[in-house]
């Protein structure tokens, strides 16, 4: 009686997944479509997509040591603020440094700078309903995780993403706010 020699599979799954995950970030570069959608919530409760699509994403790094810091940052961006390809998220560091009975007050408080961060683009001629710029209170890092900062930082960090929520560009350190607009103009 003859044996028949071993069968060899047509499709092994291991070999097939690694070429599904291949073909599919292969597609995800080619479409512009991002791999992983980044989000928060903001000071409001309402659902923040840190990378969005449809306009260029400058999400900014801060916690309450760095507010001066990150309030030159914010003024410098004035002039960017009014466009409606161009948006400002920022992600404040608040983990392990506010008890959850605390929490409620420090959102009030962050409106409140928000209503005058508001008050002032209206001065200045920036529409405040064209200018997207959520500020995202991280009390438990999930969202600061997601960007890759997973450390408490003693300087501004920026993270830029594209039309399509894929991050083009990333600055650690930021204290010359010269350098960041010339980065946000390279950009734009």
């Given at each position: 009686m003859a044996t028949l020699p071993p069968r060899t599979p047509l499709f092994r799954?291991?070999?097939?997944?690694?070429?599904?995950?291949?073909?599919?970030?292969?597609?995800?570069?080619?479409?512009?479509?991002?791999?992983?959608?980044?989000?928060?919530?903001?000071?409001?409760?309402h659902a923040v997509a840190v990378n969005g699509k449809g306009h260029y994403t400058l999400v900014m790094y801060t916690n309450p040591d760095l507010e001066d810091a990150s309030r030159k940052m914010t003024l410098a961006l004035d002039p960017y603020r009014s466009r409606s390809d161009f948006a400002l998220v920022r992600v404040v560091d608040l983990r392990g440094d506010v008890p959850p009975e605390m929490r409620s007050i420090v959102r009030v408080e962050i409106r409140k700078e928000q209503a005058k961060e508001s008050a002032r683009l209206k001065k200045a001629g920036v529409s405040a309903s064209g200018?997207?710029?959520?500020?995202?209170?991280?009390?438990?890092?999930?969202?600061?995780?997601?960007?890759?900062?997973?450390?408490?930082?003693?300087?501004?960090?920026l993270v830029v993403y594209d039309t399509h929520g894929n991050e083009i560009k990333r600055l650690e350190s930021v204290t010359d706010t010269k350098q960041m607009t010339r980065m946000v103009d390279s950009i734009l």
């Open positions: 799954p291991r070999a097939g997944l690694l070429l599904l995950t291949v073909l599919s970030l292969g597609l995800a570069r080619a479409t512009g479509v991002s791999q992983v959608s980044i989000s928060g919530q903001d000071v409001n409760g200018s997207v710029s959520p500020i995202i209170p991280d009390f438990s890092g999930s969202t600061l995780n997601a960007l890759g900062w997973d450390s408490v930082y003693d300087q501004v960090h």
